[in-house]
């Protein structure tokens, strides 16, 4: 019952980390007057490099001049820094070293 638990609540984390991305790649995409392509946002996750592939494989559905795979990689390491700081400092708080 305990690894279901970890596994509902990981998918939970996932699911709001990607609308996140999606809500601050659409803002910044506001800000810039549509600079900003708010797919990069998807990608923020740390699921390397498969969320950054799918936002290139959105985005040139919407449009096949759209090359967005270098550009999301970016955020998308970020999520993976921005993971293994989150877990040093609740290791840390809690005790497990």
Excluded at 23 to 45: D, E, Y
Aim: aromatic share 6%.
């Amino acid at each position: 019952m305990g690894t279901i638990k970890i596994v509902v609540l990981g998918l939970i984390a996932f699911a709001f980390g990607t609308a996140a991305g999606v809500l601050g790649g659409k803002l910044m995409c506001k800000l810039t007057g549509g600079k900003v392509n708010p797919l990069i946002g998807s990608a923020g996750v740390s699921a390397v490099p498969m969320a950054a592939r799918v936002s290139q494989k959105v985005g040139a559905e919407a449009d096949p001049t759209n090359f967005l795979l270098m550009h999301a990689m970016g955020p998308n390491v970020a999520g993976v820094i921005g993971t293994a700081v989150a877990a040093g400092t609740f290791m840390a708080i809690f005790g497990v070293f």
